[in-house]
């Protein structure tokens, strides 16, 4: 007789493997049919046997189509195996192998090379992405060095080190016209093969690299399951985190190296893994061969889609694919969980009262804004505004200070209350998808409206976020807001909007440029309305994070607990997420999706000192409103009259000074 | 292998400058007939965001104070900017503060621009630059800006006429230099990562250029609204007989050969195999009149190039 048990958890195995081989036919099938529309199958034994081309047509199945195809399983293969790997050991959904700055690290250094040592760069450019995304993890586990390699340091270095790494990317892209195509086509990531070159180099590295993650693989699945039970079992679990990490790192980098930077699939082929097979102990090979069959899958629709579209980054077309599917799974199926291996550690830190660290970011606050005010460049030089171009100041300046402020403390508040009420340190505003839903509601405006009616960029990227907003509200109340189904949904959702901004972008021409500077965040074009308004945002997030601070302060101690301590959870976390979901819209439609202060401000403002939740909420408006501010002065006057973007400033400024203090209070 | 690369022997390079100079000095001397209407108005002060206006007004012979991006106007444009015009900033986020110092009397401005600054209309009169001809024609929209600007400028509208059809001879004398034998052509600009091309179709300033040229565009595919299209190597082989025409940015010279010469892909090209593939000099894609006449000027020389 089989229990209700047995017989459910057949189903759902049923039904996962139903949903992959569903998944498998596709991808073969639309290889099959590209390699048929090129040249007739009963040409292809020929072909590989005799290895030898002479039509044009035999070359593009020999050259194009077939090392493509190759390229795709393998590179899905490792991609899906190192996100699996980064899941497991950190035990955070949101980890993927770029993580730890390897993939931003990669794209730097060959970005740099380009410009900067050509020659370098034509003597091997997959040895030159190697070495910048060798010495970007090298960064990453020497700033997170210290007691046992903790899972939260280690994703708070990589993801600094991501985005500064990511910032001077997108200056060198800023400033140098000539290669803005080209790198960015690069930062997107294509299979597109034109021989056999790119296979040849990637199988042996990922296949060697595989073999020594798959002989780690107990040891690795001992970690999952806590650093404790992993050291009563005798495995040392600091070096065996960082070994099992930095194996899979390379996997991504080896990846990057050779085809640019291939988002999502590390991060949605071992979420996807999850939700088909939701009770398989061993997550590795699932996830491995589920990103194969997903990159192969996405990499074909790009085949197809380019010949209308053009080239699209086949991990923006993952995104497409996998985002709906995230979501709807993420609602239908059982509680696709990790094990969760590292609880938060309670602070050995007494709360302190923060008053005077208050007092001090109000008095740097004031100074920055008035030094913001008087002082900048102009046709003369440096120049300190007097009552007689205070009129000029006043229409010109006064909106971007109070816009930054505004947008500052509005990205950080939600970037808190979002950490806190979804318990995951990666949360960050822009995973909603609520500022590439602006961003698409800004492009349809500009690339498909009419010249005549100049739409208000604030009206259509407002109607972007909004719609964006409601979904994510809609799909997660159903969940109750479960902390790790509304990540999920967040994600998928953000995946999808991505998508459909890089399809609505590539078919923009000339036009799509314009948008660049308002993704890296900028607040040259804010008029003082849209700044006033940002500002009154902020402070509403503002007195809302303070009200709610202790149901912040109990959703930390996870649900079944602030649950029996009376905490009406649905309805908390309802707030705390309309909360941060309305802070994030206003900012991004003002000043465009920045991630750094949403992420990272939460961070500083808690290595800082702030304890306690009210405290950490004023912290973060004043924070994120001083470094914004500070950060949009110096994007003004550093290369006037050009700008600089103020959010690539913000990392710029904000990510040694945060490295420095990670390692400091690890050393401690 | 380089031969296939260069089939006319040597890089371009010197012999494009100097033919660049002359462009801009024969459209002077257009403008230079009318000195005397060239100094009334001077007293207008324009800011040209939009390159294409910028380009339309020195070929009117009117110096505009500002342009956006100076320092690749000057690097990129066929045509050379006066040491005074002062630099506005980037296209997608202007200076405001500076502008309004400036203090124009009219700004010329393409409207994805306007959208991300739109309360520079407090500063001057913003005129938006045409983005669509009438018939739909590439070229047409060349002179159709050239009318603008001018109109705008507050020339006479018989100073624009001429300078159009000073263009329009200079083209079918062009035309009439080109050899018979070979007619259809394909604008690419190879990515120098060896992936792939950016190919020049029906609706962009090439295209135009070619059917005004009387040469057939080989690419008849999909393009977007810019009549661009961005496609991997494997999509040139559905075009059949064919010259490529190669835009050569000398920034990116060496990165591109080697990504080419290195492409089994691209080597296996018919066009590539039997070596009908031509390098021109980089020009402006969104360009006006002078960018459009560069271009004609380009592409006739590296088909006299070939010999025939």
Known sequence: MRSVAITTRQSLTLRGNIVFLLLAIAATALSLNGLAHSLPPSHWWQLLVSAKVSAPSEALVFYGLLPRIVVALVAGFALGLGGAVFQQILGNQLAEPGLLGVSSGAGLALAASLLYAPALWRSGPEVVALTGAGLALVLVLGVAFGRGMASHTLILAGVVVNLYCGALYALLVLLNHDFLTDLLRWQAGSLQQSGWHGARMLFPQVAIVSAAIFLMQRPIALLSLGVGTAKAFGVSSATMKVLALACASMLAAFVTASFGIIGFIGLAAPALARVLWPQTRARLVPSAVTGAVLLLLADQLVRILSQYAGDIPVGAAAGLLTGPLLVVLALRHRKPSLHYSETVTPSLVKPRPTARLTGALVFLLLVTLILAFFVGQSQTGWHIVMSSDVESALTWRLPRIVAAAGAGACLAISGFILQRSLRNPLASPDLLGIGHGAGLGLAFAIILLPVAGIWSKFAVASIGAIVVLGVVVLLSWRNAFDPERTLLIGVGLGSTTNALLVLVLAGGGPKAAALLSWFSGSTGGVGIDEAIAVCVVAFLALVSGVMGHRWLELSALGDRLAGGLGVLLKTSRALALVTASVGTAAATVVIGPLSFVGLMIPHLVRIAGFRRMADSVIGCALFGALLMVFSDWLGRNIIWPWPMSPGLLAAFIGGPLLLWLIQRSERR | ?308
């Not at chain 2, 991300?116 to 024609?137: C, F």
């Not at chain 2, 600009?189 to 057939?216: F, H, M």
């Open chain 2, 1 to 308: 292998m380089t031969d296939a690369i260069f089939p006319g022997g040597s890089p371009p390079g010197k012999r494009l400058h100097s033919r660049r100079h002359f462009l801009a000095l024969s459209l002077f001397s257009i403008a230079g007939m009318h000195s005397n209407a060239f100094a009334s108005a001077g007293s207008a002060r324009i800011v040209a965001i939009d390159w294409s206006a910028a380009e339309s007004l020195l070929a009117l012979g009117v110096v505009p104070a500002a342009v956006s991006d100076t320092g690749y106007f000057r690097q990129r444009m066929p045509l050379p900017l006066p040491d005074d015009v002062r630099d506005v900033g980037p296209f997608w986020e202007i200076n405001r503060e500076l502008l309004a110092d400036i203090a124009p009397d009219l700004i010329l401005i393409n409207s994805s621009s306007l959208i991300m600054t739109p309360d520079i209309a407090k500063i001057a009169r913003v005129e938006i630059v045409p983005e669509k001809a009438v018939s739909g024609d590439r070229y047409d929209l060349t002179i159709d800006i050239l009318r603008h600007a001018g109109g705008a400028a507050g020339l006479e509208p018989s100073r624009m006429d001429v300078v159009a059809a000073q263009g329009l001879e200079r083209i079918s004398t062009l035309r009439a230099r080109l050899p018979v034998s070979t007619r259809r052509i394909c604008v690419l600009l190879p990515d120098q990562t060896g992936r792939g091309v950016v190919i020049y179709g029906k609706g962009s300033l090439p295209g135009a250029v070619l059917q005004r040229l009387g040469l057939e565009n080989a690419w008849e595919g999909p393009v977007n609204a810019a009549g661009i299209f961005q496609a991997g190597f494997d999509a040139l082989f559905d075009i059949g007989e064919a010259i490529f025409v190669l835009i050569d940015i000398p920034a990116l010279r060496h990165q591109t050969t080697k990504a080419l010469e290195t492409s089994a892909l691209w080597q296996s090209l018919p066009s590539v195999r039997q070596g009908r593939t031509r390098w021109i000099e980089q020009f402006y894609p969104f360009g006006g009149c002078v960018s459009a006449l560069h271009l004609a000027e380009a592409i006739t020389a590296a088909l006299e190039g070939a010999g025939r």
